[in-house]
């Protein structure tokens, strides 16, 4: 196969039948498999042109030829006549030879114009670099309407045009600087068509018309009309070689042979038999397609590197360092290095030596090598004594030593990794805006960067690496320093205008970032890639610990005011109030002192995020607190936030300022982009989150005495009501709008009380207002008061009632036991009443309190009333063996006396224990009623 290294343009004026004589005749096509074929390098220079192109000839003998074998109606020839004379105003198209007339007549209609239904139409090419929009190839009709086939890169998109059908290829299996076979192939009977790029399909489209003949195929340039109307922005530098037209469909098996430089035998249109006319720039040259494509790629970095760094940059790549296993295998690792004697050496020392695939086993106490590391089997080691040094080099003389830096030879299977460039451009902020850079070696293997667009990266002499833009031949970046280009460094830029538009072009020194991390990643400055999700974590991934330097979190307009919330008629606003945990009750001062939390959550679009983290403890933003108040509050921010109002509070004595917390909740996933730090020439990759879509989340703790009204009357078997209101402060002249439920409609559980439960939370939150309430029910553990007040005084009411079983002639005992309870109980209710409020109303304990009183007060007249009387003085008689009248009247009176206070006594005992039993009934029915 002979390939065409042409930097202009092929133009093909075919009818396509001539060519198949002269393919059966060469039998099977001269491009076989191992042998070069002729070439056209279209503008070997690089420069783009509107001129360089090719012309195929002959075009009337392919129609005649399929005229002899049938393959087209003989009526579609009858007085036709090219180029169409509508043509001629615009450019003169080559002479084609006018077919005789026929009695057939001239056809009127498109459907009697010459055409094929299946073909195969395969080439092969080789693009320097893509601009815009590289077409290979282009094939025109007479006819009105665009091109009929079209077939170029665009990009790192490949797009086939076929009778005004356009598909796209997007997997981007293109790259510059490679050869890449290519076959367009239509299914008359399914009316489909393919496209096979390195013998895959890669794109399947409908084709629903036949490809017409007597047209002109260009190779190199686009076609506004047949012919004619090339384009600068729309050639192909390259090579273009191997075009062969089948008029059938191959099968898989011949396009892989196709992509083997065999394609099949008996081609209507065949490469090497077919006569091209070159014009324009154009170099005629042989090339083996498949020779350059060879899987096995080997080159040299020109500068020295550790052994660390030099094998990680060959792993990068999908490669190793060479490991020679035989005398004959290392002599070819040295002539290689001694072809490149000077490209590898330094200021002050200009030998060559490069790393080798071995390395010490210091507990086997032996080398080993390749990739399963095993005793090594030739050694041209110089020294014995390892020196510490477990890795060594081979030299220009070919003897392994030992080196603390050496250049690189990297070796292997060629994986095409890619590598990105991102900061040639002001304002390059997606991840999208980078230029991709393609591993490649020129004729000596010195290793370099090619992209499509046409930047070249490539070490010169004097230590330096320069970034070329080919189509311009113009240096626009520059690396002084004799260090490793790779990771962010610092470049000289000369103006970047080629690339970006003079817009966007920069000028001096700026970092550049280069390395293969794909987007996604973060590019450490030594050039490592980690999971950008890595980034300002607060765990350092690279060595270097570059992921977690400059990082920032919020980025804030220049006319952003802290002081202004976010501008929207009616700000949402996510509002909640969690009571932590209850302290004490003030009974006195009717305050409640509480921990609570105040949770606010919001979104504000002028803000935009950096490198947010699942977990918010990692998103904090910064508040400071101002002794001093402001009209703004007392905590700042570098961002609006609500300033929060605990209204009805009394502050404690020795008090805190509030806990305050403002981080962001990240609720949607973020965009890989460059950003510049601190508006300098440093890019990072960073994901970027818009304050739109990701909440501001304002978190402060209070310990504070909120007022509550008490209300007493049923204490100490009372509930109380309170409530804490929140108000926001610093939204002015704004509606608030709240969610339809609350952030935590469920309340987490409190701990407990040794004094009240807390039961039925609720947050009242009213739209357009600024303010929410926690209303919550306070009901107060009866069990201290049963023991410490009600049983006491239970147990004085038995001693007090106990004393009518005392006898009756002993009214000393009765009145001091029943007297002392009564003051016992006097006492103790004047302790309870010091440490309750004073209210207009009686409550529930006062109630049992007075009972208690009236009822020992009640014990105590009973006992003086039953003694309240005087026994009369009787003379006895003086005769003692007969009592005197007068003692038996005494003792007819005590008796009398006697019953009518054991009548009082009785009754007392009763009355007292019927009304003490139903006050207890009606009290505690009451209280449990109403608790």
Known sequence: MTPCRCPGVLLLLVSLAMFKDAAEQTGRCAGVEGKETVTYHLMPRGMPDNKTHLILEALDQVIVKLFQEGKVDPRAFAGVVFPDERLKAREPAPPVIALPNSPCGTPQTSSQRPKIDSFTLCLWFFMTYIGNFAVVLSYRTHMEGSDTLSLGPQHSIFVMEYMNVTGWELEGHVEPQRWHSACIMRNGTARRASLFLDGAKRLDMDAPEQLYLNGTLVLGNDQDYVGGGFSTAQSAPGLVTGVYLWTRMLSLTEVREVGNCAPPEAALLAWDVTPWRMVGDVLRERVNPCQENNTHTRFLLPIKLNVQKARWFCSGHGLAFPFPTSKAENDEIVSFINMNLTSCSTKYYSGTSAWLDIVYDIVRQRWIGGPDRQPISFSAIREISIKDRLSMVVDSTGEWVFEDESCTVCQGTDIHPQVYIHGLCHKEELTEHYSTLYPRSDKRGIYYLQSFSGLRLHHESGYSWVLYHVPTNTPIAQDNSAE????????????????????????????????????????????????????????????????EMDCQLVHTPDDYQTYLAPYTPILPLNYTIVLNKLWSVDLMGQLVHVTFHVNLRWRDRRLTFYNLQDNPSLNVISVTHSRFRTPFGPFHGPVWHPQVQVQDDERLAGEVDPHVQLFVRKMSPGVDVMTGVNTGPVFVADYVYKGAENDLEYSLEFESNVHCELNLAMYPFDSQRCSITVTITNVINQAVQYPSLPLHHAHPALPPHPEFTITTLTLSLKNQSTTACLTFTLHRRPAHHLFSTFLPTVLLHLIGYSSFFLPLNNFQDRSVMSLTTLLALVALYSESLAALPSTSYLKHVDIWFVFSIAFLTATVITHLGINDHKSPVILLSKDPSCPSPALWQRLRHEFHTRSADWKLMVGAKVGLGVTYVLFQIVYWGYVFVSW
């Open 484 to 547: 490793f280009f790779w990771g962010r460094k610092e470049w000289q830029l000369n103006g970047t205008a080629a690339v970006c538009g003079p817009q966007r072009q920069l000028f001096g020194p700026h970092n550049l970032t280069i390395s293969w991390c794909r987007p996604g990643s973060f590019t450490c400055t030594s050039g490592e890639c980690v999971p950008l999700t890595a980034r300002c974590s607060l765990d350092p991934e690279c060595e270097d610990e570059s992921d």
